[in-house]
């Protein structure tokens, strides 16, 4: 339904994007590698999703499996060119021989996607020393300094968000 | 107190795996840290908020305008105006000028398994930029020339087996400097080597679970100053750096000090012995080059070069520090 309220209206993108952005970003943060390739990769699918959603229909695929595959063809179409930028006859760069996701690969996407979203609903301390952590790759000392704690502060609140991540990760029976 | 210690080691775990090697074995692994640490390295690839906004409002601009075409140019340039660091450098890179620059690429791949992932030559078929990645780090590469002439200097490479890299690299054409031993001060297996360009070679596998403060990249410059604990002052004005673990003589002089600045790390002690001061080149991204400059002037450099943005998109300035060492500053501009 969401995916007919968009195609009607372009202006509802905004709830497809956001219930698969977490899920189109892991995906391909774990074929590049690179925060930056991720980062313009997942801006390539998304505007190609939004150009092609009239072309869109239910035939027995899933919107987010559509996405999946808008993003297996631009890893695959990023190799490519990186090759024609660099060509190094030592090492070729491998060009993902599939382009249909495995079930496997499939669920670890889900599970990170699931992860992505649970970071959003931390407590808001405990939010903010991952993404300082994590994302901004800041060191203990620096967050201590720009959030006004200790530095054993902030390795108990790092702590203390890993733990709640994992134990909704399973269920809550962490 | 066991929560205490697990945040401890919890953290050692992150800090190694946010600017390391490959994740370290891990003697009797604790099977709540074990899960702990699976959490943590997925967090790693958490995408920036930034970025999910500037995405979500630049569709929603060509949603609502419905031009919806392929380009999302806009909200990629503006987020990645974030990432001051050009993908595959990091904060820190030594930039080797010698001569020939092809052959000293031939060496790094052969002694260290360097991968070329760029090279521009010059008019002249010579070298003037090249990249090489060492393990997790990289060395950028020039041919010397009358603007710049040659400059070796001294190298940390963290490898997994010392032993293994000091054969490979005196196979390369490196003279023994000393052979890997366990009696190094720093507690790792270490040995020294200088390759036929006149680079110095510290070639070290850590011991045990030691990742230091910020975890280790494989590729560190080391510098040996005269009054290196001058330096110290001076980077901290200049770039805002963090002196981790500074050992001291009694009378003062820097036995050894780590670094940091953003998220590498780089090494100086006191000039001894045969291990004298080598004027380098390094290059150094910061979020703002322009300040950066600015702040280096203050802190007692001369300029190289006026910051100015670059043909191939970065903004770059240059200065010369009291050492001689010359700091190439630059602001990836995501072009």
Not at chain 1, 59 to 73: D, M, T
């Amino acid at each position: 339904m969401l995916v007919e309220a968009a195609q009607s209206d372009p202006a509802k993108f905004d709830a497809l994007y956001d219930l698969n952005f977490e899920r189109v970003y892991a995906f391909l943060a774990s074929r590049v590698r690179d925060r930056a390739a991720a980062e313009d990769l997942t801006s390539e699918v998304f505007h190609k999703a939004l150009a092609n959603l009239p072309r869109y229909e239910w035939r027995g695929v899933p919107f987010a499996a559509w996405l999946l595959r808008i993003a297996a063809n631009a890893v695959a179409d990023q190799f490519k060119r990186a090759a024609r930028e660099f060509p190094s006859p030592d090492d070729p760069p491998e060009a993902p021989a599939d382009r249909d996701l495995q079930a496997s690969e499939l669920r670890a996407i889900e599970h990170r996607a699931q992860l992505f979203h649970l970071v959003g609903q931390l407590p808001e301390v405990q939010k903010r020393v991952v993404y300082e952590r994590f994302v901004e790759q800041r060191s203990i000392r620096e967050i201590a300094k720009r959030l006004g704690k200790t530095p054993g502060a902030i390795k108990q609140l790092q702590l203390r968000a890993v733990q709640n991540l994992r134990a909704q990760m399973e269920g809550g029976h962490g | 107190m066991a929560k205490r210690s697990l945040a401890l080691q919890l953290d050692e775990a992150v800090q190694a795996m946010l600017v390391s090697l490959q994740p370290r074995p891990e003697k009797a692994p604790d099977r709540e840290l074990t899960a702990l640490v699976r959490v943590a390295q997925a967090l790693r690839e958490l995408p920036r908020k930034e970025f999910r906004a500037a995405l979500k409002s630049d569709l929603q601009r060509r949603g609502s305008m419905n031009e919806g075409t392929a380009a999302g140019a806009g909200a990629a340039a503006a987020a990645r105006a974030l990432h001051y660091q050009r993908p595959g450098l990091t904060s820190i890179t030594p930039y080797v000028i010698v001569r020939p620059a092809a052959q000293f690429i031939e060496f790094l791949k052969m002694a260290f398994e360097g991968v070329e992932r760029v090279r521009m030559p010059a008019p002249d078929g010579s070298i003037m930029h090249a990249e090489v990645s060492v393990g997790n780090g990289a060395i950028e590469v020039g041919d010397g020339n009358e603007e710049y002439p040659t400059a070796p200097g001294a190298i940390h490479l963290y490898v997994d087996d010392a032993d293994a890299t000091y054969d490979s690299a005196l196979q390369a054409g490196a003279t023994s400097i000393y052979a890997p031993t366990d009696d190094h001060p720093s507690g790792d297996r270490w040995g020294a080597a200088k390759d036929q360009f006149g680079n110095l070679w510290y070639i070290a596998t850590p011991k045990g679970w030691t990742p230091g403060p910020e975890g280790l990249r494989s590729v560190q410059p080391y510098l040996h100053l005269r009054e290196a604990h001058k330096m110290i002052a001076f980077l901290e004005a200049a770039f805002g750096a963090e002196a981790m673990g500074v050992h001291k003589s009694p009378e003062g002089a820097v036995l050894h000090a780590t670094i940091r600045i953003g998220n590498a790390t780089l090494e100086i002690d006191e000039a001894h012995g045969e291990f004298q001061p080598m004027p380098c080149h390094l290059h150094v991204y910061v979020p703002d080059t322009d300040a950066v400059y600015a702040q280096a002037l203050r802190a007692g450099a001369t300029s190289i070069e006026t910051p100015q943005d670059k043909p191939y998109g970065d903004r770059a300035a240059g200065v010369k520090d009291a050492w001689g060492n010359s700091w190439f500053i630059a602001t990836y501009l995501g072009r």
